[in-house]
Nanobody, 123 residues
Framework: VQLQASGGGMVQAGDSLRLSCVTS????????MGWFRQAPGKEREFVAA????????YYADSVQGRFTISRDDAENTVYLQMNKLKPEDTAVYYC?????????????????WGQGTLVTVSS
C-alpha cells in the first residue's frame, strides 16, 4: 500500500490550502483515514480523521472549524481542506490508513503512512 500526499506549499496567514492523499491498492474504501502533522522539534500530532463510511469525522481542537476532512472512495483519495491558516499550522502533514473502519487520534492506530507534504504559513 502506498500513500501519496500532495497540496502543501507556502502561504500567508488567512489563506487556504487543500491537501490530497491518494492511496494505491484496493483497501482505501475499507478503512478509516487520518491526517497528522509534525512541526520542527515537535512530536507528530493528530489533525483530523474520517471513518470508512465518512459518517464520523474528528478534529483536533486547534483546527476545529477551520479544517475539513473528506474522502472520495471512487478516487481512493482523502482530502484536508485547510482554511484560515495560521503560522502555528506550519508542519509536515501526513496521511495515514487506519487499522480498521473506525479511527482514533492515536498514531499507533494507523498502519500505513504517506511521505508527508510541507505546509508553511507565514505571518
Amino acid at each position: 500500500v502506498q500513500l501519496q500526499a500532495s497540496g502543501g506549499g507556502m502561504v500567508q496567514a488567512g489563506d487556504s490550502l487543500r491537501l490530497s492523499c491518494v492511496t494505491s491498492g484496493r483497501i482505501f474504501s475499507s478503512f478509516g483515514m487520518g491526517w497528522f502533522r509534525q512541526a520542527p522539534g515537535k512530536e507528530r500530532e493528530f489533525v483530523a480523521a474520517i471513518n470508512r463510511s465518512a459518517v464520523r469525522k474528528y478534529y483536533a481542537d486547534s483546527v476545529q472549524g477551520r479544517f475539513t476532512i473528506s474522502r472520495d472512495d471512487a478516487e481512493n483519495t482523502v482530502y484536508l481542506q485547510m482554511n484560515k491558516l495560521k503560522p502555528e499550522d506550519t508542519a509536515v502533514y501526513y496521511c495515514a490508513v487506519s487499522r480498521g473502519t473506525g479511527v482514533t487520534m492515536s498514531p499507533g492506530h494507523y498502519t500505513y503512512w504517506g511521505q508527508g507534504t510541507l505546509v508553511t504559513v507565514s505571518s
